[in-house]
């Protein structure tokens, strides 16, 4: 058991020890909207991603969508999908099927040259 | 002391609501010595199929309460069938898993029915505030607590003047010696089951009349005031129940009042807590619980 | 690996962290519908740690299995020696009073010209430390499933030892239990202390993992999810929980055509499992069974000498 212990232990000091390095990454904002389609619970969605320090626009950035309940996490589980850029720079699009109506926390999740993730509450109502 | 007693009042208006659903958890808690985490949902699913002809076809209220009654029994039933029936003495952690189970499937398939987060609900009366000298008062929540009042006054007839309410306070006393004394258990349990989501019904049908308007946490509210009111009032216990109904009212009502909405469930749940630890068997009910269920000769709750 | 698969198995990865807490006092016997608040805490307070005060993740993930830790010894004092139900209910009613605490939590520090801390209702976001540091998706898997791994080795330990058998004693019957000489509180008390710290270390985890917790994610649902897990799994080894949480999550991402259906069908398929397996797919019994025909003898039956501390001869 003492053994055992010890062995835990080390593995933790190696862990802590491996700690990665120092980082500065950039950090970006993001402006979410999204609007209802035809078919229902599917939204198309409109995002503005902007460097949060500077206000410049993010171009070339590979964004990936995704939404999760809040109050049942990963009970629903969107499929990501990936955002086509829209016209102007800094601008995407993508389209979401949710599961059911409600409060949704959408992920934006950024790759490529800068690494971030926005989550943005939403609520989605169906239509009247 | 007006105000104190005009919100007092209001609490005991809430509460009777609060008493009824903890009338359906004790009834069920007290024949089966299990929780069943689907009441609130099979209430759900009657007024969700009351609300369902209301919003389609215009249903009169009277439709829409009957509907929402058998709704909530129909749902009771199947969860009792499934949940309970089928699972032995002893597996009381697998029942309520069980049925916690069924609770996702009961209010997705609600949520198919009406999706949205809420809709309108027919209300009983005019809305007119009635004036008792200088108290005020809503015509709705008199009537839940004149139906409360009914309620437990047909159910005490139920248990003290029937053969069925016999059956049901020997198999609450002691389940083996009722079945040895040829009480047919198994069949009381589901009418039991049954009666309980009877009412559970009703206490919907009138909340969300009161309210006018049925929302998509209906389940999860019930469920929970249901459960805290039994607490309060003592396992499984009757009588309890109604009390720990009214008191939850009068705390919450009040709570809202000096503190505020957030603070209001924030005090439900501490003084449920105080109460647990200080007197477990809550106001009515036994301090020993697990001594009752000893003599039960192996129908433990915990062990499977 | 696949950015979406890695979000999956990291899922799983810190959600069985707080199946693992639920199941951990069900073997004592315990049911409690509490465990997500301790999942709360640890998140917030890895989360303050190392978005707030700018200090290393380790540190962060090391105080939130603590503060899940201490918390469950505060909440655990006075509600061990209540029975059955009834703690199960004191649980949820401390459970929904924390969510609701952090409801009205309100904790915010300038950092690079932005407020960022927990800010009541809205949660807490920009828990930014794996982006900061440019840890990738997979880095921060492994090193979920590390922790995991170490966690796992913990309980495997543990049911060999003196200690674990102290827990399924207590868990088959107290009452016997204590007859034999076992000190049944204060060992529920450890029960509830280890449970509460893997909870709060699996919240530090999540907290990390999404960059963004909020109250409402903590409700009951969680909670009887996780005691959920266990039971579908199997409560005869710590995989029991694992497998729930595979079952679950996986059955998500596969049933992905029953879209508006799921819970309608994992519900029914749980209320089915149950009836035929009520102590899960990984009981005991199996458990025994498949260890008979691992191990080349079988096993000894724990006896009563060996808790009470006189070795076997």
């Given at each position: 058991m003492i053994a055992a212990r010890a062995l835990l232990l080390s593995l933790f000091v190696v862990m802590v020890s491996s700690a990665s390095g120092w980082a500065a990454g950039v950090k970006a904002k993001a402006e979410v909207s999204c609007a209802?389609?035809?078919?229902?619970?599917?939204?198309?969605?409109?995002?503005?991603?902007?460097?949060?320090?500077?206000?410049?626009?993010?171009?070339?950035?590979?964004?990936?969508?995704?939404?999760?309940?809040?109050?049942?996490?990963?009970?629903?589980?969107?499929?990501?999908?990936?955002?086509?850029?829209?016209s102007e720079p800094g601008t995407y699009r993508a389209q979401i099927k949710l599961e059911m109506h409600g409060d949704w926390a959408v992920k934006v999740d950024l790759a490529g040259p800068v690494r971030d993730r926005i989550v943005k509450s939403m609520r989605f109502e169906p239509k009247p | 002391m007006i105000p104190f007693i005009q919100t007092t009042l209001d609490?005991?208006?809430?509460?009777?609501?609060?008493?009824?659903?903890?009338?359906?958890?004790?009834?069920?808690?007290?024949?089966?010595?299990?929780?069943?985490?689907?009441?609130?949902?099979?209430?759900?699913?009657?007024?969700?199929?009351?609300?369902?002809?209301?919003?389609?076809?215009?249903?009169?209220?009277?439709?829409?309460?009957?509907?929402?009654?058998?709704?909530?029994?129909?749902?009771?039933?199947?969860?009792?069938?499934?949940?309970?029936?089928?699972?032995?003495?002893?597996?009381?952690?697998?029942?309520?898993?069980?049925?916690?189970?069924?609770?996702?499937?009961?209010?997705?398939?609600?949520?198919?029915?009406?999706?949205?987060?809420?809709?309108?609900?027919?209300?009983?009366?005019?809305?007119?505030?009635?004036?008792?000298?200088?108290?005020?008062?809503?015509?709705?929540?008199?009537?839940?607590?004149?139906?409360?009042?009914?309620?437990?006054?047909?159910?005490?007839?139920?248990?003290?003047?029937?053969?069925?309410?016999?059956?049901?306070?020997?198999?609450?006393?002691?389940?083996?010696?009722?079945?040895?004394?040829?009480?047919?258990?198994?069949?009381?349990?589901?009418?039991?089951?049954?009666?309980?989501?009877?009412?559970?019904?009703?206490?919907?049908?009138l909340v969300l009349s009161a309210n006018q308007q049925v929302t998509a946490m209906l389940g999860m509210w019930a469920t929970l005031k249901g459960l805290?009111?039994?607490?309060?009032?003592?396992?499984?216990?009757?009588p309890g129940a109604i009390v720990g109904g009214l008191v939850l009212g009068v705390i919450e009502v009040h709570s809202q009042t000096l503190f505020g909405p957030q603070v209001r469930d924030l005090a439900a749940y501490g003084v449920l807590f105080v109460l647990l630890v200080l007197r477990p068997g809550g106001i009515f009910g036994t301090a020993a619980v697990s001594e009752s269920a000893a003599h039960r000769g192996g129908d433990r709750w915990t062990t499977t | 690996m696949d950015d979406h698969l890695t979000g999956i198995l990291s899922n799983i990865g810190v959600i069985s962290f707080v199946a693992l807490s639920a199941y951990l006092l069900l073997l004592t016997g315990e049911i409690s519908f509490g465990q997500q608040a301790f999942?709360?805490?640890?998140?917030?307070?890895?989360?303050?740690?190392?978005?707030?005060?700018?200090?290393?993740?380790?540190?962060?993930?090391?105080?939130?299995?603590?503060?899940?830790?201490?918390?469950?010894?505060?909440?655990?004092?006075?509600?061990?020696?209540?029975?059955?139900?009834?703690?199960?209910?004191?649980?949820?009613?401390?459970?929904?009073?924390?969510?609701?605490?952090?409801e009205l939590f309100r904790y915010q520090v300038v950092r690079a010209g932005e407020p960022v801390g927990p800010n009541g209702i809205e949660g807490f976001r920009n828990i930014r430390y794996?982006?900061?540091h440019d840890v990738s998706a997979t880095q921060f898997m492994l090193i979920i499933y590390g922790l995991l791994g170490m966690t796992l080795f913990g309980f495997f330990?543990?049911?060999?030892?003196?200690?674990?058998?102290?827990?399924?004693?207590?868990?088959?019957?107290?009452?016997?239990?204590?007859?034999?000489?076992?000190?049944?509180?204060?060992?529920?008390?450890?029960?509830?202390?280890?449970?509460?710290?893997?909870?709060?270390?699996?919240?530090?985890?999540?907290?990390?993992?999404?960059?963004?917790?909020?109250?409402?994610?903590?409700?009951?649902?969680?909670?009887?999810?996780?005691?959920?897990?266990?039971?579908?799994?199997?409560?005869?080894?710590a995989f029991g929980p694992l497998l729930g949480v595979v079952i679950d999550i996986g059955l998500l991402e596969s049933t992905r055509w029953f879209a508006g259906y799921r819970m309608i069908v994992f519900g029914?398929?749980?209320?089915?499992?149950?009836?035929?397996?009520?102590?899960?797919?990984?009981?005991?019994?199996?458990?025994?069974?498949?260890?008979?025909?691992v191990s080349r003898r079988p096993p000894p039956a724990p006896t009563n000498a060996a808790v009470l501390g006189e070795e076997p001869s």
């Open positions: 209802a389609t035809a078919k229902p619970l599917e939204y198309d969605c409109a995002i503005k991603l902007s460097d949060a320090r500077s206000g410049a626009a993010l171009t070339g950035v590979e964004v990936t969508v995704g939404a999760d309940m809040p109050s049942m996490p990963m009970a629903h589980n969107v499929k990501p999908v990936k955002a086509t850029p829209g | 609490g005991v208006m809430v509460g009777s609501s609060y008493g009824l659903l903890a009338l359906g958890f004790a009834l069920i808690f007290g024949v089966m010595r299990r929780l069943n985490l689907s009441y609130g949902p099979s209430i759900m699913v009657g007024a969700y199929l009351g609300t369902l002809l209301y919003i389609q076809f215009g249903a009169p209220t009277y439709v829409v309460a009957i509907v929402a009654v058998a709704g909530s029994v129909m749902a009771g039933v199947y969860v009792e069938r499934l949940c309970f029936a089928p699972l032995g003495v002893g597996a009381g952690v697998a029942s309520m898993v069980s049925s916690f189970a069924i609770w996702m499937q009961l209010e997705q398939a609600s949520l198919l029915m009406l999706p949205r987060h809420s809709y309108p609900f027919p209300s009983l009366t005019s809305g007119e505030l009635l004036s008792v000298g200088p108290l005020v008062v809503r015509p709705d929540y008199l009537i839940m607590l004149a139906a409360m009042l009914a309620i437990t006054a047909a159910l005490h007839l139920l248990l003290y003047r029937t053969r069925f309410g016999l059956g049901l306070r020997a198999i609450i006393e002691n389940s083996v010696a009722a079945s040895l004394s040829g009480i047919d258990v198994r069949s009381t349990m589901l009418k039991a089951f049954a009666l309980a989501s009877a009412i559970g019904g009703v206490a919907g049908f805290i009111a039994m607490m309060i009032g003592g396992l499984g216990s009757i | 999942f709360a805490i640890g998140a917030y307070t890895a989360g303050i740690v190392t978005a707030m005060w700018q200090l290393p993740f380790w540190l962060g993930l090391g105080a939130g299995a603590a503060a899940g830790g201490a918390a469950a010894l505060f909440v655990g004092l006075p509600t061990l020696r209540l029975h059955g139900l009834q703690f199960a209910i004191a649980t949820l009613a401390f459970a929904e009073a924390v969510r609701i605490l952090f794996i982006f900061e330990l543990l049911e060999r030892s003196r200690l674990g058998v102290a827990f399924r004693m207590i868990g088959q019957d107290g009452l016997l239990a204590a007859a034999q000489g076992v000190p049944v509180f204060r060992v529920k008390l450890m029960a509830a202390c280890l449970a509460g710290a893997i909870a709060g270390l699996g919240g530090g985890l999540y907290a990390h993992l999404t960059t963004y917790v909020e109250p409402a994610i903590f409700d009951v649902m969680l909670g009887v999810h996780s005691l959920a897990y266990g039971l579908i799994g199997g409560l005869g080894t029914g398929l749980v209320a089915v499992l149950l009836i035929v397996r009520p102590r899960g797919l990984l009981d005991e019994r199996l458990v025994h069974r498949i260890r008979r025909l």
